[in-house]
């Protein structure tokens, strides 16, 4: 099935089966593998992507159920300048092995773009959604909390 | 895992979906939200032969409140609900159990009409169309019928829904504002499926005593139950700290919650019973 998106601004078009989930189809038929994708089933939170401005688990969401929309990787929320969000995470350290960063990152930034003040509490609730095995969390929290004053002057990453 | 293979449609309209349904001589399925479809699909849980898309239809979306309570439309995502400030007021005990369904991601997707066709004996939205004497709407080739939730589930992932049927909205009647209620459940980790929950609710007549008492649960049988034994136990009396520990006993006594890889019977049934008697604690607060 063909299956025709908008993915990090441009538009794209792959044929793929309609099994295939829009994290297969975004690593393996777009190339685009920031992505991550760790339990396949919904539980992890690695392969978070926006549709539409919402994150989204890509791996429960087959690829032709993004016809027409528009989606957004960790490739598409990063620039030659470190994000104020990757710049918050180097800063607290609140990554080692990197593997979950990407669904960190794009779940803060849907949440910092819709609620700039968000709080702790608000922060650990969203992020009960990700699993991070080496952290411990708490850097990935300090992080955020950090990164917020940027969304709140201008309302963009 | 992968999915097994299957074919797909996103048809326009209800009638054609219906006829999607009806084609697939019972091995077509529904997917709306997809958050507890692809985990099934992912394990070979189930293997459909054709998914039918929700996506285009239009007018499942709505949240409508008025003087008969509150109509949620099929594809009403827990964030819509969490979003609606209105709700709050207008079916707090809805607004609170819903705050308890998974985690940020699933919530932009998951739809209460999938969450009640899913049944899964723990969830809260079976909980409280059930507690709360709801009733879905249905669509399918034999036309619209109407169901109330306590015969709409039969059994672990079990419901009425013939192969070709769609629920399209659940209707929960209006609640006055001077209603007592609570909500309780208790997971290990946040989002995740509860051990056990409560949900309850009743009116206080000229004496103060408790009328009307609705007290169901979750993740404690093979589909939400109402707790009937605990209701007679709440009904006419003063809501005291005697009473609250007879109707907690009631529950506890009336139950048989199964042992699984979560959590022994018996804990599951203690659990209840404090999780009933906190619920009704906090009701008089
Ligand atoms: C990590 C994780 C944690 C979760 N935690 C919870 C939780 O704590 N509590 C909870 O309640 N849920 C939880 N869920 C499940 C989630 O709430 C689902 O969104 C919900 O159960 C199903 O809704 P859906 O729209 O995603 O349905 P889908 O996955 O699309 O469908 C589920 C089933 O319902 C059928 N169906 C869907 N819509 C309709 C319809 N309108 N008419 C007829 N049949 C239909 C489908 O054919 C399928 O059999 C969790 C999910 C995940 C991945």
């Given at each position: 099935m063909q299956v025709a998106f908008e993915l990090n601004g441009d538009p794209v078009n792959a044929d793929v089966e309609p099994r295939t989930t829009l994290a297969d189809c975004i690593r393996?038929?777009?190339?685009?593998?920031?992505t991550h994708v760790g339990c396949e089933h919904g539980v992890c939170g690695a392969c978070t992507v926006l549709v539409n401005g919402e994150a989204v688990r890509s791996c429960l969401m087959l690829a032709v159920q993004a016809q027409d929309e528009k989606v957004v990787t960790i490739e598409g929320l990063s620039g030659d300048q470190l994000s104020p969000l990757q710049a918050a995470f180097r800063k607290h350290h609140a990554?080692?092995?990197?593997?979950c960063t990407p669904g960190f990152i794009t779940t803060a930034h849907a949440l910092l773009t819709n609620e700039p003040d968000a709080d702790q509490e608000r922060i650990r609730e969203v992020l009960s959604g990700n699993l991070c095995r080496c952290t411990g969390y708490i850097p990935i929290v300090e992080a955020i909390l950090d990164a917020r004053s940027h969304y709140a002057r201008d309302g963009e990453k | 895992m992968k999915p097994p293979s299957f074919a797909y449609a996103s048809p326009s309209t209800l009638a054609e979906a219906v006829n999607l349904l009806a084609s697939g001589n019972g091995n077509a399925k529904v997917i709306s939200g997809g958050q507890s479809l692809m985990p099934m699909l992912a394990f070979r849980l189930a293997a459909p032969d054709l998914l039918v898309d929700l996506k285009h239809l239009k007018d499942l979306g709505t949240i409508t409140i008025g003087d008969d309570g509150v109509r949620l439309g099929a594809k009403v995502r827990w964030c819509d609900i969490e979003n609606d400030r209105r709700l709050v007021r207008s079916h707090p005990l809805l607004a609170e159990a819903i705050k308890h369904v998974a985690h940020y991601q699933v919530r932009n997707r998951g739809t209460i009409g999938g969450s009640l066709a899913h049944a899964d004996p723990s969830a809260e939205m079976p909980g409280v169309a059930l507690t709360c004497d709801g009733e879905m709407t249905i669509v399918g080739s034999g036309g619209t019928r109407v169901e109330k939730a306590s015969s709409f589930f039969t059994g672990p992932l079990q419901t009425s829904l013939e192969p070709d049927e769609i629920v399209t909205e659940l209707h929960l009647p209006a609640w006055p504002a001077t209603r007592r209620w609570a909500f309780r459940e208790f997971a290990r980790r946040k989002g995740d499926f509860a051990m056990a929950g409560v949900l309850l609710f009743y009116d206080l007549d000229h004496r103060n005593c408790a009328v009307d008492a609705h007290i169901g649960a979750i993740g404690i049988a093979d589909c939400p139950i109402r707790l009937s034994a605990a209701e007679a136990a709440l009904?006419?009396?003063?809501?005291t700290e005697d009473c609250i520990a007879a109707v907690a006993a009631a529950a506890k006594e009336s139950i048989d919650p199964p042992s699984d890889i979560h959590a022994p019977g018996a804990y599951r049934r203690a659990l209840l019973g404090t999780l009933l008697a906190r619920g009704l604690q906090h009701s008089i607060s």
């Amino acid at each position: 099935m063909q299956v025709a998106f908008e993915l990090n601004g441009d538009p794209v078009n792959a044929d793929v089966e309609p099994r295939t989930t829009l994290a297969d189809c975004i690593r393996d038929r777009l190339g685009r593998t920031g992505t991550h994708v760790g339990c396949e089933h919904g539980v992890c939170g690695a392969c978070t992507v926006l549709v539409n401005g919402e994150a989204v688990r890509s791996c429960l969401m087959l690829a032709v159920q993004a016809q027409d929309e528009k989606v957004v990787t960790i490739e598409g929320l990063s620039g030659d300048q470190l994000s104020p969000l990757q710049a918050a995470f180097r800063k607290h350290h609140a990554l080692q092995c990197g593997f979950c960063t990407p669904g960190f990152i794009t779940t803060a930034h849907a949440l910092l773009t819709n609620e700039p003040d968000a709080d702790q509490e608000r922060i650990r609730e969203v992020l009960s959604g990700n699993l991070c095995r080496c952290t411990g969390y708490i850097p990935i929290v300090e992080a955020i909390l950090d990164a917020r004053s940027h969304y709140a002057r201008d309302g963009e990453k | 895992m992968k999915p097994p293979s299957f074919a797909y449609a996103s048809p326009s309209t209800l009638a054609e979906a219906v006829n999607l349904l009806a084609s697939g001589n019972g091995n077509a399925k529904v997917i709306s939200g997809g958050q507890s479809l692809m985990p099934m699909l992912a394990f070979r849980l189930a293997a459909p032969d054709l998914l039918v898309d929700l996506k285009h239809l239009k007018d499942l979306g709505t949240i409508t409140i008025g003087d008969d309570g509150v109509r949620l439309g099929a594809k009403v995502r827990w964030c819509d609900i969490e979003n609606d400030r209105r709700l709050v007021r207008s079916h707090p005990l809805l607004a609170e159990a819903i705050k308890h369904v998974a985690h940020y991601q699933v919530r932009n997707r998951g739809t209460i009409g999938g969450s009640l066709a899913h049944a899964d004996p723990s969830a809260e939205m079976p909980g409280v169309a059930l507690t709360c004497d709801g009733e879905m709407t249905i669509v399918g080739s034999g036309g619209t019928r109407v169901e109330k939730a306590s015969s709409f589930f039969t059994g672990p992932l079990q419901t009425s829904l013939e192969p070709d049927e769609i629920v399209t909205e659940l209707h929960l009647p209006a609640w006055p504002a001077t209603r007592r209620w609570a909500f309780r459940e208790f997971a290990r980790r946040k989002g995740d499926f509860a051990m056990a929950g409560v949900l309850l609710f009743y009116d206080l007549d000229h004496r103060n005593c408790a009328v009307d008492a609705h007290i169901g649960a979750i993740g404690i049988a093979d589909c939400p139950i109402r707790l009937s034994a605990a209701e007679a136990a709440l009904n006419g009396n003063a809501v005291t700290e005697d009473c609250i520990a007879a109707v907690a006993a009631a529950a506890k006594e009336s139950i048989d919650p199964p042992s699984d890889i979560h959590a022994p019977g018996a804990y599951r049934r203690a659990l209840l019973g404090t999780l009933l008697a906190r619920g009704l604690q906090h009701s008089i607060s």
